[in-house]
């Protein structure tokens, strides 16, 4: 099948052509798509990416998406999944009203909604203020950040079940050829310690960490979104659930869908052109 998954992480499908920053399985192609889509023009019936346009900035973002249009044949179907900016402000607002009034349960609500919005943006290490609310032992509204997060349950779970086991995981020991294959790295950092001092080696860190591929760079609300469409040269900007699409069969790849029908990633927008 002629259907393009971009940056498709763990979730992608054997009979489609995968590419991610790195392959994670045999079905799934490496690719540096900050350098352009390796396929020659009119190659594909169908482009599809999740999560991935808002980790572009705005600039390389619109390069994309023209790549995105040069790689499908006319008449195809180009879908997009990112973070819903207006679903996201409008709970936002709904928690910042009731927060107010004195809920406690919103008030909880409140501070995930916060991270929803601003934490992939200024985070300076991996997971940021996201990973460290879902690593805490009580999470007071569980069920409402799951509901917000399809990666949320599988992150508490696994968190839960690493700390069930941390003791017999603690006193294994790392192998002698494991430190060896990790000794230039060690000492190279050692030497820009010496080199940088330590509050430039920790700028530096944060540095490498900031322009690789984890940071938000920009978000959408389905305005925005359609404009960009058009922009690039699309027709047809529609918005769609997670369960429709123009493309056949969508449901049965269980990309923006798991298995037993429940939205992967609920906080999204979902959005489909046509190159015409």
């Known amino acids: 099948m002629r259907y393009l998954n971009l940056g498709c992480g763990s979730r992608f499908h054997p009979t489609w052509t995968n590419l991610d920053v790195i ?3 045999a079905a799934v192609r490496a690719c540096d798509l900050s350098k352009g889509i390796p396929f020659p023009d009119n190659s594909f019936q169908v482009v599809y990416h999740s999560h991935l346009l808002e980790h572009f900035p705005k600039d390389k973002a619109f390069e994309l998406m ?4 040069r790689v499908l044949e006319t008449g195809g179907v180009i879908r997009v999944a990112v973070p819903d900016l207006e679903q996201i402000v409008r709970m936002y607002l709904k928690a910042l009203e009731l927060s107010l009034q004195g809920d406690e349960e919103w008030q909880h609500n409140y501070e ?3 991270i929803q919005l601003y934490d992939r943006a200024v985070r300076g290490q991996s997971g940021g ?20 997060s399809g990666e949320a349950r599988r992150i508490i779970q ?9 003791s017999r995981s603690a006193t294994r020991s790392k192998s002698s050829w494991r430190v060896f294959r990790r000794w230039p790295g060690v000492l190279r950092s050692a030497i820009l310690r010496v080199i940088l001092g330590e509050k430039d080696y920790a700028a530096l860190g944060v540095a490498r960490f900031r ?3 984890e940071i938000h760079h920009w978000m959408y609300d389905q305005y925005s979104l359609a404009t960009l469409l058009r922009r ?13 699409s123009r493309i056949p069969g969508w449901v049965a790849y ?21 190159k015409n």
Do not use: H
């Open 254 to 274: 269980n990309l923006d869908t798991e298995p037993d029908g429940a939205v992967y990633k609920p906080d999204s927008l979902y959005m489909e052109a046509v």
């Open 129 to 148: 203020g996201f990973l460290k609310y879902l690593q805490r032992n009580t999470i007071p509204n569980e069920e409402f950040v799951c509901s917000r």
């Open 66 to 69: 023209q790549e995105c249009r």
């Open 23 to 25: 392959s994670s399985n």
């Open 158 to 166: 696994g968190f839960r079940d690493r700390t069930l086991n941390g």
């Open 232 to 244: 690039v040269g699309f027709a047809d900007p529609k918005r769609f659930d997670a369960n429709q």
């Open 211 to 213: 322009s690789g591929g």
């Open 112 to 114: 995930w909604l916060m």
